[in-house]
């Protein structure tokens, strides 16, 4: 029988996504004879930015051995229970998109329908009310949650943020103690077989050649391998998606750190500002089409009133996604793959999701279509689910005071069907769709549906069945057990002091 199988992997680029790759991939055959090798190169270095993360990076890491405790500690990080909303809905406007879950269903009636029953009666209270967790990142505070939550309404995750070189760097530990081979060299060709145009082999600057039989491109936005050389062609979503430019820049911290991400919508786009143990992560993305980089330079250097630890940086991208995540022996991974702005903090689960999906579906050297087609249907499919959740954010916006004509170009555009048919059924019935695929769960929509006050017509008719006092007594009760934990709740920065210090990986 002929041994088709893969045994040499070559992931080109030691950025984020390259480095979760090796480690990951490296755990997942332990001792299987295939050998991985990671070529980078140090000269161009990486991207620098990605450091807010949605829960499901702590089951990533726990499953390569590593604890909360450990890259809170190796990455001076901090916890991030969801994220603040800031002049979204209209300017003083702010809401908490929480990790978690909102108040009690009763009946086997979801609790939204309650809750907008009872602001029909005229009790307006917030829906994060109900939440613990945009309770606790509201009041700055933080717990990690009860292995056996007494009800629903203790029920909440949580995910990190981190500095992005530093994971990296704790992710490069990982693959290199897991036996992965790191070559720190440019490269400079690529080169493709000539009867299938699959790639042969990779050339360096030193004059050294790798060869592989599966070739993962983690090589940022140009995609070295996925573009340059396989002309793969990109979807680009730059009229839904107006932002195109970043300006990054890092600040002292001052305080205690919040826990969450805060993102502030701004004239031409929105700022992120994103806490570390050691220094802030900021940053203002936005619409060349509707700022200069001037303007925007302005607009972030104003709003920061602490020390800049360096200018500005600015990074240039065009929203979408590569046509084909996997094309003939390569599969792209992280920025080389597609990029969607980081309002939700969904490039880092995007990788972790192409990695599972790679173990899943990993192939023979016979490259099956089959295999490769359903790959990628299902990036797609991802990507186009989180492409849809980050538009509603803009197109569900309120503000009139609008120099600049973005927030008013959002608030009118068309939109994708798919994305339109959940607004409609939403606001129609107070229903949510849920697609194959999607990486955000009910609680996620109705946190941005509630905090730009998009509110269905009508609720279930059962709940009409509940005497209007009992309703108001069980809702009001729902929200004293939720204060009940956050006052019992320390504040975050105790939890940091006390278990997550800084003990940064050695630098090489
Ligand atoms: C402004 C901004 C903010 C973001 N914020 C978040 C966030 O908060 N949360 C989140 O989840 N994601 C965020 N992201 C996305 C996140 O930064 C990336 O998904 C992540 O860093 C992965 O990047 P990467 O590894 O794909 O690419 P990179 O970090 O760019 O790494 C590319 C690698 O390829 C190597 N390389 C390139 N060319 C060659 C060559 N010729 N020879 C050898 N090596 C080569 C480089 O040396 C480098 O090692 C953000 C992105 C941007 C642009």
Request: aromatic fraction near 10%.
């Amino acid at each position: 029988m002929q041994d088709n199988r893969i045994r040499d992997i070559v992931i080109v680029g030691g950025g984020t996504a390259g480095w979760m790759a090796a480690a990951s991939l490296k755990r997942h055959f332990g001792s299987a004879p295939i050998s991985i090798t990671l070529v980078e190169s140090s000269e161009i270095g990486t991207i620098g930015v990605g450091e807010a993360t949605i829960p499901t990076i702590r089951r990533f890491y726990q499953a390569l051995g590593l604890s909360d405790i450990d890259v809170l500690r190796a990455t001076g990080g901090t916890c991030k229970l969801g994220i603040r909303f800031n002049d979204w809905l209209k300017p003083g406007s702010s809401f908490v998109h929480p990790f978690g879950l909102y108040g009690q269903d009763l009946n086997g009636v979801a609790f939204h329908h309650y809750w907008m029953r009872l602001r029909a009666l005229g009790e307006q209270v917030p829906v994060g009310d109900y939440s613990l967790g945009a309770s606790l990142a509201a009041a700055g505070k933080f717990t990690t949650p009860s292995r056996n939550p007494p009800s629903s309404l203790s029920i909440f995750d949580w995910a990190l943020h981190f500095d992005a070189s530093l994971f990296a760097k704790l992710m490069r530990q990982v693959a290199e103690q897991g036996g992965v081979r790191r070559i720190d060299a440019r490269i400079t060709k690529v080169n493709l077989r000539g009867e299938d145009g699959f790639i042969e082999s990779i050339d360096l600057d030193t004059g050294a050649t790798v060869t592989g039989d599966l070739f993962i491109d983690c090589s940022g936005f140009r995609g070295l391998l996925i573009e340059e050389a396989l002309h793969t062609g990109y979807e680009d979503w730059s009229h839904w998606l107006l932002c195109d430019r970043a300006l990054a820049v890092q600040s002292e911290g001052k305080g205690d750190p919040p826990p969450y991400t805060d993102v502030t919508a701004r004239p031409a786009g929105w700022q992120w500002r994103i806490p570390l143990q050691h220094r802030y992560g900021n940053g203002y993305v936005y619409s060349s089409r509707h700022a200069t980089d001037d303007e925007a330079r302005a607009v972030l250097v104003g709003s920061l009133d602490e020390r800049l630890l360096h200018e500005p940086r600015k990074i240039t991208f065009n929203p979408g996604r590569r046509l084909k995540a996997w094309n003939k022996n390569c599969i792209a991974l992280g920025l080389a793959s597609g990029f969607l702005e980081p309002l939700e903090s969904t490039s880092i689960a995007l990788i972790e999701t192409g990695i599972e999906k790679i173990k899943l579906l990993f192939p023979s050297r016979d490259f099956d279509p089959c295999v490769v087609d359903e790959f990628n249907e299902m990036s797609r499919l991802e990507f186009e689910r989180v492409r849809d959740f980050i538009i509603l954010h803009y197109k569900a916006n309120r503000r009139t005071d609008d120099p600049t004509g973005f927030w008013t170009h959002c608030r009118e555009m068309s939109i994708p069907d798919t994305l339109q048919k959940k607004i409609d059924l939403w606001k129609a019935q107070g229903h949510f769709i849920r697609y194959r695929w999607e990486m955000f769960s009910q609680p996620s929509w109705l946190a941005i549906y509630a905090g730009f006050d998009m509110l269905p017509e009508t609720y279930d008719l059962s709940v009409d069945g509940l005497d209007a006092g009992q309703l108001s007594g069980a809702l009001a009760e729902m929200r004293r057990a939720v204060a009940e934990v956050v006052a019992a709740t320390p504040p975050h920065g105790d939890f940091i002091e006390r278990y997550a210090r800084p003990q940064p990986v050695a630098a090489e």
